[in-house]
């Protein structure tokens, strides 16, 4: 069975960096694609940054591009995202998801058949 649980989620003021973590279980690293999305309230889901272990290629969204760094850590089963710089405009719950991967252009969000629960990241002005 696939999981994923989010972790490191919370409060900070603007400016400072939160460092997200996904432990996962059920399925191996390099056959996969994962990435982390975020949704605030009445806004559509987005990707913010994927990345596919088989070939280390990465993607992030312009809106975090120099300020987010992707990671993954396979032989803890291990998803990252560092956060730094972080604006009010950040503030939404944040996902990791995982789909079956091997190349080509990342799928979109809706695509994903496996979600974590979900962290909040609250960014104070």
């Known amino acids: 069975e696939v999981q994923l649980v989010e972790s490191g989620g919370g409060l900070v003021q603007a400016g400072g960096s939160l460092r997200l973590s996904c432990a996962t279980s059920?399925?191996?690293?390099?056959?996969?694609?994962l990435g982390w999305f975020r949704q605030a309230p009445g806004v559509e889901r987005e990707a913010l940054s994927c990345?596919?272990?088989?070939?280390?290629?990465?993607y992030y969204a312009n809106s975090v591009k120099g300020r987010f760094t992707i990671s993954s850590d396979n032989a803890r089963n291990t998803l990252y995202l560092q956060m730094n710089s972080l604006k009010p405009e950040d503030t939404a719950v944040y996902y990791c998801?995982?789909?079956?991967?091997?190349?080509?252009?990342?799928?979109?969000?809706?695509?994903?058949?496996?979600w974590g629960q979900g962290t909040q990241v609250t960014v104070s002005s």
């Open positions: 998801a995982a789909i079956p991967h091997l190349g080509g252009e990342f799928p979109p969000w809706y695509e994903y058949p496996y």
């Open positions: 990345i596919r272990s088989a070939d280390s290629t990465t």
């Open positions: 059920g399925f191996t690293f390099d056959d996969y694609a």
